[in-house]
């Protein structure tokens, strides 16, 4: 049967980042995103939050990353949650924290928490800083950027590529969050969605990015970083184990991730860069696991539009990521 072909129904993604918040620019679960079109913000039928009986209790220590006490946090079991309590550790509206990174302060797209966390892991807490507004010239059809998103709804700058259009445009760093292009609101909007209207925006025009950038430390004042490196693979724990975060249904303390899921995983991401110019460990996670049963790309594809049909990704990427899949599993690196 050729790749495609039963390719009819899409379910709203599986993945960290779709829940919504009232207050956070259309984040509340239910509420429509600012895209519309049935996009991460439209309704959502998952699972209620587990009872706090069932949450694991695990404690875990943070800090602002920008430099604060040490803080406690336990009892999330999901990323909306997690910010939740730093929020209410450091007395802060959830709002103001951006995303974190695990065991450094510094903005280190290596080191970005995502769906799991090392049980052992410090988590450091980037919150916002200044505001800034930017015009473009699109003098080419790539920008360079990679997009990513930080698990409750706001999109940020994960890689610049050395060269490109953006890269020559030095109030643009890593870590910026995008709130809108030429006066559209992004809060809310998943990565997928800020890197295709990147891309639609006309060749030899201006646009006007909107960012917000990480509050800094002092010692980070002066940097631009470029992301994190091509094949540098993700970053899912340093400790016993890991707690994986779910959107829907309590959150586990699973093993470290197998040599095959890790190199599957860190090949899926940069497939998913490639194509949509966007990285998300834990995406590439959940596509990892859907399909390594799976006996063709067809029963990939199936899976794929099962739990994740709001990407509809297509034919060609199905295929690639069926082939990496199947490399890893022979070792083939």
């Known amino acids: ?64 990353a920008h430099g604060s006490p040490t803080g406690r946090i336990e009892g999330f079991t999901n990323v909306k949650e997690l910010y939740g309590k730093i929020a209410e550790a450091f007395r802060l509206p959830t709002a103001e924290v951006m995303f974190c990174t695990l065991n450094t302060h510094k903005v280190d797209m290596d080191k970005l928490l995502g769906g799991q966390i090392g049980l052992e892991d410090f988590i450091f807490a980037h919150v916002k800083g200044q505001r800034k507004e930017v015009e473009v010239f699109k003098s080419e059809d790539a920008l360079g950027l990679t997009i990513t998103d930080n698990g409750a709804g706001y999109a940020f700058i994960k890689r610049i590529k050395e060269g490109s259009v953006i890269d020559h445009i030095h109030l643009i760093s890593v870590g910026d969050m995008i709130e809108a292009i030429n006066g559209q609101s992004l809060l809310g909007c998943r990565h997928y969605e800020v890197a295709r209207l990147l891309k639609e925006l006309p060749r030899g025009r201006t646009f006007t990015l909107k960012l917000t950038e990480p509050r800094k430390a002092f010692d980070m004042i002066s940097q631009r970083s470029a992301g994190g490196r091509p094949g540098s693979g993700p970053q899912l724990g340093t400790g016993r184990g890991t707690l994986r975060l779910r959107s829907r249904g309590p959150a586990t303390v699973e093993d470290l991730p197998s040599a095959f899921e890790e190199k599957a995983i860190e090949k899926v991401d940069d497939l998913l860069e490639s194509y949509m110019g966007i990285r998300d460990t834990e995406l590439a996670a959940t596509m990892v696991e859907l399909g390594k049963d799976k006996r063709n790309p067809d029963e990939l594809a199936e899976a794929l539009d099962e739990r994740l049909g709001d990407f509809a990704f297509p034919d060609e990427f199905v295929f690639d990521v069926w082939g990496a899949i199947g490399d890893a599993k022979v070792g083939r690196y």
Do not use: I, S, W
């Open 1 to 64: 049967m050729p790749l495609g072909l039963g390719r009819r129904k899409k379910a709203p993604p599986l993945v960290e980042n779709e829940e919504a918040e009232p207050g956070r620019g259309g984040l509340g679960v239910g509420e429509p995103g600012p895209l519309g079109g049935g996009g991460a913000g439209g309704p959502q039928m998952g699972l209620p939050p587990p009872p706090p009986a069932l949450r694991p209790r695990l404690v875990f220590h943070t800090q602002l």
